[in-house]
């Protein structure tokens, strides 16, 4: 196994979790109640709209987190990212980089294909980039194209989600690749994180359970959904963007569709942008969340959820330290 290293950035995390950027749902004020809380917060740059809005959200987030560190030198705020969607459909992908070189993002996660060109971008304002895969060879490409990371996206994730045991993924590529590692897959307890970190990957990646925050940007009827359901409810599809994912059953039989009878979609037809037509439908009224919502019982502000994340791994932690360890003799 290479050495490992994590860039200063990253370096500045409290609690080891990146809170995974939710489509239509993250935004500002979400993101600042992660990152003061002691997580990555993040959030996709197509969440603003009309995309002027974008420099907007930036500098509230930035301004925010400043006035933090100045009120709390000893518990600064964890860093920011922004998600890049890096796919041929995203036609503000030259604007929202634009906008991201403004403000400088100390991290940006792309997503849905690698580019060097981005990736130069990124480093050129001293920022750190961390790719989302879903297996070893795309884990391959992405370092060769200059991302400084990866996001493990394994089984169970919510929205679009690969189908590799998370024990699988991380020790492949634990194998070649030293640097930046976050886990995402059915994370939403202390005791996922720690696990994460037992693999090999440095952060857990959490979605699903911010959904069922006060500051989320999401529908109370969302929000009490992943309350209501466990991994049951979760049906794996690519029907409705082309790309497999996981979405909550109860949502898709309200769209009058059987969760355990969907057809499959043409991967050719792919939509991330949330434009007019049935594919914008997929995240507004087909809501995605991933296997771990088992875990979410209320829904609370962001940083109660951290504290709570928090304590659990402390005491997971805290339960394997005391556990004694008997080895084979050699």
């Known amino acids: 196994m290479p050495a490992r290293h994590l860039p200063p ?29 002691g997580v ?5 740059a197509l969440n603003a709209r009309p995309a002027s809005q974008l420099d907007e959200w930036l500098a509230e987030i930035t301004e925010a987190l400043a006035a933090w560190d100045r009120a709390h030198p000893d ?7 922004i ?10 992908l030259e604007h929202d980089m ?9 991290i940006v996660i792309t997503s849905l294909g690698a580019r060097t060109d981005i990736n130069e971008a990124v480093h050129s304002w001293g920022g750190v980039v961390l790719h989302d895969i879903i297996n070893n060879a795309f884990a391959h490409k992405a370092i060769d194209k200059g991302a400084d990371g990866l996001i493990a996206v394994a089984a169970g994730a919510g929205g679009h989600a690969g189908v590799k045991s998370p024990f699988a993924l991380v020790q492949e590529i634990r194998q070649w690749f030293g640097g ?23 952060f857990a990646y959490i979605g699903s359970a911010f959904i069922a925050t006060d500051e989320a940007r999401a529908s109370d009827a969302y929000k009490q959904c992943i309350v209501d359901s466990n991994s049951d409810d979760i049906v794996y599809s690519n ?7 996981n979405y909550l059953k109860p949502s898709i039989r309200a769209a009058g569709l059987d969760p355990d009878k969907l057809p499959e979609s043409d991967p050719s037809a792919m939509s991330f942008g949330g434009g007019e037509g049935s594919k914008a439908k997929a995240w507004k009224e087909i809501w995605g969340c991933g296997q771990g919502i088992g875990a979410v019982d209320a829904v609370v ?19 394997v330290n005391q556990r004694s360890v008997r080895l084979p003799a050699a």
Do not use: W
Not at 13 to 32: H, T
Not at 75 to 81: E, I, T
Not at 186 to 201: E, I, Q
Not at 301 to 319: D, K, S
């Open 9 to 37: 950035v990253l370096q500045r995390v409290p609690l080891p979790v990146f809170g995974a950027p939710l489509f239509i749902i993250s935004n500002p004020k979400l993101v600042i109640a992660q990152c003061t809380a």
């Open 40 to 44: 990555v917060g993040s959030m996709p």
């Open 75 to 81: 518990s600064p705020a964890a860093p920011f990212a």
């Open 83 to 92: 998600n890049q969607i890096v796919h041929k459909t995203n036609d503000r």
């Open 98 to 106: 634009q906008v991201c070189a403004k403000y400088r993002v100390p």
């Open 180 to 202: 930046p590692l976050a886990l995402s897959g059915a994370m939403a307890s202390g005791d996922a994180v720690l696990a994460a970190l037992a693999m090999g990957a440095d």
């Open 239 to 245: 029907l409705f963007t082309g790309v497999h994912g």
């Open 301 to 319: 502000p962001a940083a109660t959820l951290v504290a709570r994340l928090g304590r659990e791994y402390a005491a997971a932690l805290q339960r």
